[in-house]
Every structure is written in structure tokens, then in C-alpha cells.
């Protein structure tokens, strides 16, 4: 895709790539990782060609960005598919390989089960690395390559952007007491859900100064400031929805994605698949799409959101799903429900009914809605045009949901993942 598609699209692609340094695990050697004596030199980190390079009017990403970015697609995965088991989006297989997502589906997974480690190792790796880049960029000297301001602020932007989007991840995802918010180990110290989100916070804030800086500005469409920009307000816009702090998601709403952006994890031909495709593709083995959801489904445009099939084990797997199909982290569609239900709520004013219908007719013309949107609306259509998102979870957990459903969510006794048990026997992490 060239650099004229992506303005067209208004995509704020993210290019995958193979991690430079592949590092998983919940330990505290995940924020102080050692390279081989046969590899990379932390001094060969340092160069500002390891962020990004800059020709011209072309600005690339080095491997240290596109580690990052690769390991955003990982986490996200990982993120979106376990919360899904959580809720009434996905659906363990009669004989599934992967325990996590029987175990969460069955409100039976533990810390000694082990269950939930892969998803607490992504998403901590995400974050140790893309504060690793912040710190190497911070000591990073000119070598007098070619924009070498830009290749900073632009490290800067990225780290700032993915360790807050980690941090959220983290507060989203796990707890130390998994029926109510506990606190989650990171780099030592165990943060409360409520420091965990300030720390998203302020580097999601920080991502936005930098994106927004002078030295940015000047390389034109070769870093699309708007996009940029929207992607960290969409990030800080979704957080606050998610803690019902309806008036300050609203804050943020109007400089977030526009409506035709999408933030997401973009796979090359040769890189890695898809993290959602490789589990609930055609060949889906260990978690199907859940046949409430399916049969919920209420018209065509509904139907091509949420889109299935069965496959020769029987299994229920979504169709549109490619092996390099983008990741979609958030986009304007998103944007647009929040935008309708925060009218609902009364906390802005505009046509909830339009809004929605923005949305709704991008898949069918003829599926508009006729009356304007009640909550429960509001409820309905974020379940199937954010499918699969980990937004669902979240959604239970201010209570947007029906009564019904709200009170099979509270007679759960994991509203949050388990944290490892390696993690929970250490009294000093």
C-alpha cells in the first residue's frame, strides 16, 4: 500500500513486522531484557535508525517501532479473543486445545491453572517495550542521519501511544481479585486499577503533544497529524466510556478518529497471521463465534457485521476473516455509537437516530432504523458492529446491558482475569 492509499483510506496503518526481540513472560526480566552476546548491543538500540528513518519526505519505521506495533497486534488479540469467552461473544468447542477460553467461558479459571498467562505475557510485553522505546529514545545520540528530530518525536509519539494503550489493556483485562477491581504487578510495583488508568492516561495525553508537535507537522502526508492525533483521543474517548465517566469520554470525542479512520494493526504477505483469524477463522478448533449472538442478529446489515459459517467440525467461525486481515483496534464507527449513546444520555446534544444510522448503513441501506435509539439500542448495536472488540466486557462492567443479562454478569465470579500464579505468590512485585 502506498503512501497515497493510506491518505486515501485514512488509515492509520500500523505495519506489522517480525519482533527483533521476541520476549514473553511475566517476570521482571521482561522490562530488563538482555540480548545475546551474538546479537544486538544495547548501544546498536540506540541508533535512531532502530526507531525510524527518514527520506525525504518518507518516514519509516524502524525495527524497534515495528516490534512494537507488532506486539500491539498480539496483545490486542489476545485481549479481545479471552474477554470474548467472558461475555456472550464466543463459545469454547467441545474439544478445544486452548483451556483459556473454556475456562473463562465456565467462570472456572484460576491462577494455578495458568490459563490466563498468555494473555498477561502480551499484553505486559507490549507495554515493557513500548516504554523501552521511550527510554531509548531518550538517550539516543546523533549519528547524523537524516531527520533526526523527527525519527525522536516520532519514537516518542509511538511509545507514548502503545505503553498507554498496554496500560489500559492491563486495567481492562486482569485483577488480583478477579470478581472485583484488584491491583496488577507491573515492573515491580502493584498498581491499582486506578493508577494503571492514570498511567494510560498520561501517556496517552503525551502521545497526542507529540503527534501534535511542529517538528511532525513538517513532514506533511508522510505522518498524517490528524490521524495521529485522533487515534490517541479514540484511545482516551473509549477509556472513559468504559469507567461510565460519560462527560469526560465526551471531551475527547471531537478530536478522536474521524469518521472514515480506523486505528489498526495492518499484516504483511510474510508476517504473521492475523491473531484472531489463527483461533476463529475457517479452521476455528478452539472457540467458535456463540450461537446467541448469531441469533440475535436482526437484519442484513447485522448479518454482513457479524458475518458466519460452519466449518466440516461443526464449529461456527466468522467468515470475513482473513489470515492477513487488519486488526481493527478502534475506528469511526465506533466513535459514532459513543457519539449517539452520549446524546441518549443526554450529555451532548445532535440526532441519536442519524448517528446510528451512519453506521448501520454502511452495511444495508434498507436496515436503517425508523425510531430513535434507546439504550438498550445502544446496547444492541455495540454488540455487533464492535464484535469481537473486548468492548462487550467492558459494557457489562458499567452496566449498559439488559437486566437479564446484567444479573448472569453478576453471579459470575470472574469479572477479570486471574492474574499468573507466579505473579500472586510474590509479595514484593
Not at 523501552?132 to 531518550?138: H, K, S, T
Not at 533526526?148 to 486495567?171: D, M, N, Q, S, W
Not at 448479518?303 to 487488519?326: M, W
Not at 466486557?393 to 507466579?422: F, I, V
Request: hydrophobic letters at 40%; proline letters at 3%.
Amino acid at each position: 500500500m502506498t503512501q497515497t492509499d493510506i491518505m486515501k483510506n485514512l488509515r492509520y496503518i500500523l505495519l506489522s513486522a517480525v519482533a527483533l526481540v521476541t520476549l514473553a513472560g511475566c517476570d521482571k526480566w521482561i522490562d530488563n531484557a538482555k540480548t545475546p552476546s551474538n546479537s544486538l548491543t544495547y548501544d546498536d538500540l540506540r541508533r535512531p535508525g532502530m526507531m525510524a528513518s527518514v527520506k525525504g519526505k518518507t518516514l519509516t519505521d524502524g525495527a524497534l517501532t515495528a516490534n512494537v506495533k507488532t506486539l500491539a497486534g498480539q496483545a490486542s488479540s489476545a485481549a479481545f479473543m479471552a474477554l470474548g469467552a467472558m461475555t456472550d461473544e464466543l463459545t469454547p468447542t467441545k474439544v478445544p486445545n486452548a483451556l483459556v477460553y473454556k475456562a473463562l467461558s465456565d467462570d472456572n479459571a484460576s491462577s494455578a491453572g495458568g490459563e490466563a498467562d498468555g494473555v498477561f505475557n502480551s499484553l505486559q510485553n507490549l507495554r515493557a517495550r513500548a516504554e523501552e522505546l521511550l527510554a531509548i529514545e531518550a538517550s539516543t545520540e546523533d549519528d547524523g542521519s537524516a531527520g533526526y528530530e523527527i525519527v525522536r518525536a516520532y519514537a516518542r509519539h509511538t511509545g507514548h501511544l502503545y505503553a498507554g494503550y498496554a496500560y489500559k489493556l492491563l486495567a481492562d483485562c486482569f485483577s488480583s481479585n478477579p470478581s472485583a477491581a484488584g491491583e496488577v504487578p507491573v515492573n515491580g510495583k502493584n498498581l491499582t486499577h486506578e493508577a494503571l488508568y492514570a498511567e494510560a492516561i498520561t501517556h496517552l495525553q503525551a502521545a497526542v503533544r507529540e503527534a501534535d508537535a511542529e517538528v511532525l507537522r513538517g513532514m506533511g502526508g508522510a505522518f498524517n497529524r490528524d490521524l495521529a492525533v485522533g487515534s490517541a483521543e479514540a484511545l482516551l474517548c473509549k477509556l472513559y466510556m468504559s469507567r461510565g465517566q460519560y462527560a469526560e469520554a465526551s471531551a475527547h470525542l471531537d478530536a478522536a478518529l474521524g469518521e472514515k479512520a480506523t486505528m489498526q494493526i495492518v499484516y504483511n504477505v510474510n508476517g504473521s497471521p492475523n491473531g484472531l483469524y489463527s483461533t476463529l477463522g475457517e479452521t476455528a478448533r478452539d472457540v467458535e463465534v456463540d450461537a446467541d449472538i448469531v441469533n440475535s442478529l436482526r437484519n442484513d446489515a447485522e448479518r454482513k457485521a457479524v458475518p458466519t459459517a460452519t466449518n466440516k467440525e461443526g464449529n461456527r467461525y466468522l467468515t470475513n476473516l482473513q489470515r492477513h486481515s487488519p486488526l481493527t483496534i478502534t475506528d469511526g464507527a465506533e466513535m459514532l455509537l459513543i457519539r449517539a449513546e452520549l446524546i441518549v444520555r443526554g450529555v451532548r446534544t445532535g440526532d441519536a437516530l442519524a448517528t446510528v444510522n451512519r453506521v448501520i448503513t454502511t452495511y444495508d441501506a434498507a436496515s436503517a432504523l425508523t425510531t430513535q435509539p434507546t439504550l438498550s439500542d445502544i446496547d444492541h448495536l455495540r454488540r455487533v458492529y464492535l464484535f469481537l472488540r473486548g468492548e462487550r466486557t467492558l459494557d457489562y462492567r458499567r452496566g449498559l446491558t439488559t437486566a437479564a443479562k446484567q444479573q448472569t454478569w453478576q453471579a459470575r465470579r470472574l469479572k477479570w482475569m486471574p492474574l499468573p500464579e507466579n505473579e500472586t505468590e510474590r509479595p514484593n512485585n
